[in-house]
């Protein structure tokens, strides 16, 4: 069954920076609008940024600043920009369409800690 395969997790200190990348066939990297979403223990996943098929993007208001989406169009890849992260950025972070049409992948773990 197809899914999205997340990669670029690590442990980072506060304050530096990770990129995410989000890989998908072309039929459905070529089609949908794909966003982000990120688990934290404990907490219910929440939607962290979308980017559509014309580059629309949208970022959850109080990433704004920090994290940013673009893509890839050559590698049928969604980036996540993370910049200046934070402890409380620490999760298990995803990708899926924006309507959560696919199943869930195994997502990549983001910790930030001194």
């Known amino acids: 069954q197809v899914h999205l395969v997340e990669s670029g997790g690590d442990l980072v200190q506060p304050g530096e920076s990770l990129r995410l990348s989000c890989t998908a066939p072309?039929?459905?990297?070529?089609?949908?609008?794909i966003a982000w979403y990120r688990q934290a223990p404990g907490n219910q996943r929440e939607w962290v940024a979308l980017?559509?098929?014309?580059?629309?993007?949208n970022v959850a208001a109080a990433l704004r600043g920090r994290f940013t989406i673009s893509r890839d169009e050559a590698k049928n890849t969604v980036n996540l920009q993370m910049n200046n992260l934070r402890p409380e950025d620490t999760a298990a972070y995803y990708c899926?369409?924006?309507?959560?049409?696919?199943?869930w992948g195994q997502g990549t773990q983001v910790t930030v800690s001194s």
């Open positions: 072309e039929s459905i990297f070529g089609r949908n609008t």
């Open positions: 980017i559509g098929t014309t580059g629309l993007t």
């Open positions: 899926n369409t924006v309507d959560e049409t696919l199943p």
